[in-house]
Every structure is written in C-alpha cells, then in structure tokens.
C-alpha cells in the first residue's frame, strides 16, 4: 500500500472530446438538479474563520464583523469554526498559559465570539497546540523559553552519500511553524493544558460548542523529501521500544527507503499523536463534560500514515504490508473525537471527473465509511478548501455541487474560508448547495 515514501505521482487521464450521441457521459444520479427540494432536518453547515491578514483587513472592526457574520447566516451557514491560535502559539483568544498575539490589534476573536453569542449562531474554537513559532520572524512560544530545547519537531536532511544533518523545525524558515514534538510527555501535558484553558475561557458563552485541533501530527515531509519526526524522537523511540538505533538512517534509509526500524518508527510516531488527542479529550472533557471536541484533517487516509495521524475508527486493521506493526489499529482515535471534519480538498468535484484518482470530493465523501464506519459515535463533517475552485467558468457548479455532496453524505459541512469565500466570489454557490441538499 505505501510503495513510495517522499512523493506520490498523479497520472493526469486524457479522455478524448467526441460529439457522439453514445460518448456523452450519462447524468450522475447525486448531481443536484432541479427545483424540487425535499426539507429535512438541518444539519451543521460552518464557515471557516481563519487568522489570515485578509481576514484580518475585511473584518477589521465590531461593525464588519456583525456584517460578515449576518451574509453567513443569510445563505444558511449555522456554525462558525474560528482560529484561536496563529503559528507563533501566541493566540487570539483568552488561553491564560498563552501570550496574546499583536497580530491584531483589536479584539477580533472576542467580537466574533459576542456577534455569534447574540445572533445564535454556533462556535468551534479552533487550536493548533503543537505549533508554536513564527520560524520566518523566529517569534513564538518555543524561542521564547528554553525550556522547548530538545522538544520541538525536527527533519533529516540529507547530504552525500549517507550523510545527513538534523535541523531542528525553530531553524527552518520554510516550515509551516515550529512545532513542538508529540512524543515527549512535556509537549502532550502542554497540548492538553491549553486546550483544557480554551474550553474553560469560553463555556458559560451561549454559542460555544467546543474545540477544534489541527496540525496535531508531524509536519509533512519538505519539497525535498525530508521526513520530520527525528531529534526528540530518537531518544524516545529508543526508550518506548527497546530498540537501540545505529543512526537515524534506521528510520528512512540514506537512499531515501525504508530503514530497518520504519514500521516501528511509523507506529511509535503515531501513538504519540494519538496519546496527545485522548490526554486533551481526557483534560478538556473533566473540566467542560459537554464541550465538544473536533479534529481537521485530509480525507486521504494513506497520506496521514506517513505524519502519524490515524483518524480512522480504532476497528480499522490496515491490509498486511511490510509496514504494519501488529496493534496499529489501537492508534486509531475517531473514538476520541466527537466530530471529525473530512478535509475533502479536491479540485475535481465528481469521481467520472478523475476517475484513476482518490482526490475527488465525491470519492472522500463517500468513501471514508471504510475507515468510520455509519454508526460511530464519531460523526463526520464533509468540508471544502474552496481556494480550489477559483476559475470564474467554474467556480458556481464546482462549489455548488461539492457543498452539495457533502451535505448528502456526511453529518455536515464546513468550507474552508471566509477569506477564499469573499475573494473568489462563491456566497451564492454555497446558498444553491445547501439549498438543493434540503438541509
């Protein structure tokens, strides 16, 4: 199943364009369509709110924000999902452990929680408690206090031969943030820590319904092919499995394949994440019982086996391969969650669309029943990242359709973000999705 490691090859298929009666492909049965809409009972349909300067400039002051918030209740949007950390792990939000970030210099998370609070709309915070610094500014919770030395994320890169230097994710100003690492006990107390102060901040708010986690995982591997997931963790490796390491060339090999601890590596990496998402629920859910707890990640479940991140139900047994360790599956934490929200981000709407590929919208929505099945106490929201679909011929069927399979295959729905909403112009294919799902 994982025949390459660093980069996964995408075959474009060129079908042929023919005026045949008999080569026109027949109307899928799940395309919307129509006038005759069934109402059912609504379900959760979210906007996100990200902390992204252009969110920052449109809502930009109590007035704005009451504005963009109303346009979201008008085309049906219910729920808001809202950034409460930026990359620094300085947060928007009032985290008493955390120093509030001067990426704003008005209380915009505050306006957004009190316009949701009177105009009954929903509120997931969102945290990201892994990240923790601004590698381009080099500000953040992690150059801030000494204490994170040894404990933050950190990538093999390699040099000739089987060389290779270790670069911590503080000193590499091409990472996404610096970012603690899970599997130091330290870095999950804090995770858990924080998360618990964010639920305890906002309960007695009448729109807050809980929390959401992102980047709970090790930072992808870089255009280079360097895997994060070494320095702390080599030592803690070691100590958890009894295994004693030659190099780190045990984990991925010199010539960039498997090294001859890889699957213990791959199943130590993600029991980490794993053990930091049940201590966060176990923390948050004894100080606020009622505080929901949701998770964002790809819907592509093969490409989170590489950052640790096993989302599927812990029932889930991966088929055999060379890289399965016996107990994988106990990593799987769908049962932690309340809510996980399906990252369907596929620039193809329909599978007739790309059919030799996994990234369609309508294949992650319909397909990751394989790995929570209907019935788990987990529910699943399918959510869009709508950058994708940015060209004007386009834009209105491809949003409009996606918004709708979503909402006719999962528990809900969540389009990623209000920012990509209003620059590309896409509140009407939204309203016309939710609208011909009837929820």
Same mark, same amino acid.
């Given at each position: ?8 090859? =995408? ?9 045949? $009666? $008999? ?35 449109? =809502? ?38 955390? %120093? ?19 105009? !009954? ?36 890169? &390699? ?5 290779? /230097? ?14 603690? @690492? ?15 102060? =964010? ?9 807050? %319904? ?7 995982? *090790?930072?992808?591997?870089? !255009? ?8 702390? /963790? ?38 980490? /994440? ?10 948050? %859910?004894?100080?606020?019982? $009622? ?56 620039? @193809? ?34 959510? =869009?990242?709508?950058?994708? *679909? ?17 909402? &006719? ?11 990509? /909403? ?18």
């Amino acid at each position: 199943m994982f025949k390459k490691i660093f980069f996964i090859c =995408l075959t474009a298929l060129v079908v042929s364009c023919s005026s045949k $009666e $008999e080569d026109i492909l027949p109307e899928i049965p799940d395309r919307p369509g129509g006038d005759s809409i069934e109402v059912k009972d609504s379900k959760p349909k979210a906007m996100w709110i990200a902390a992204y300067d252009t969110n920052y400039k449109n =809502l930009k002051n109590d007035a704005a924000v009451k504005t963009y918030l109303q346009k979201c209740k008008s085309i049906g949007i219910n729920l808001i999902y809202m950034d409460a950390v930026v990359s620094s792990g300085y947060a928007l939000a009032n985290i008493p452990s955390l %120093k509030k970030s001067n990426d704003v210099d008005w209380d915009f998370f505050e306006s957004v929680v009190t316009n949701c609070d009177s105009m !009954g709309l929903d509120l997931i915070a969102n945290i990201t408690p892994l990240c923790a610094g601004n590698t381009k500014k080099r500000i953040g919770v992690v150059y801030d206090d000494s204490k994170w030395d040894g404990k933050t994320q950190c990538k093999k890169t &390699m040099l000739e031969g089987s060389n290779y /230097v270790i670069v911590d994710s503080r000193d590499d100003s091409t990472a996404d943030a610096a970012m603690l @690492d899970p599997s130091v006990p330290e870095v999950r107390e804090y995770a858990a820590k924080i998360c618990r102060e =964010l639920a305890v901040a906002y309960k007695d708010h009448k729109c807050f %319904k809980g929390i959401s986690l992102d980047y709970v995982r *090790y930072s992808n591997a870089d !255009g280079a092919g360097a895997w994060f997931g070494y320095g702390p /963790v080599e030592t803690n490796f070691e100590k958890e499995t009894g295994k004693v390491l030659d190099s780190a060339n045990d984990f991925i090999s010199a010539t960039g394949g498997y090294g001859k601890y890889y699957s213990e590596w791959i199943y130590f990496r993600t029991n980490s /994440v794993t053990k930091t998402i049940r201590l966060i629920k176990e923390q948050v %859910k004894s100080a606020v019982p $009622e505080c929901e707890l949701h998770l964002w990640a790809s819907a592509q479940w093969t490409s989170r086996y590489s950052v640790g991140q096993n989302w599927a139900s812990n029932k889930f047994i991966p088929s055999p391969s060379a890289n399965y360790v016996e107990g994988y599956e106990n990593t799987g934490f769908a049962e932690d969650l309340d809510v996980f929200i399906l990252g369907a981000y596929a620039t @193809d709407v329909y599978i007739v669309d790309n059919p030799s590929s996994d990234w369609t919208v309508e294949n992650f929505v319909k397909s990751y029943t394989k790995y929570i099945p209907k019935g788990n106490p987990c529910k699943v929201y399918g959510s =869009l990242g709508v950058y994708s *679909y940015n060209d004007p011929t386009t834009k209105f069927k491809k949003t409009r359709d996606a918004t709708y399979l979503c909402l &006719m295959n999962t528990d809900g729905y969540m389009a990623f973000e209000i920012g990509h /909403v209003t620059n590309i112009g896409l509140w009407d294919a939204i309203e016309e999705g939710i609208r011909l799902s009837g929820y």
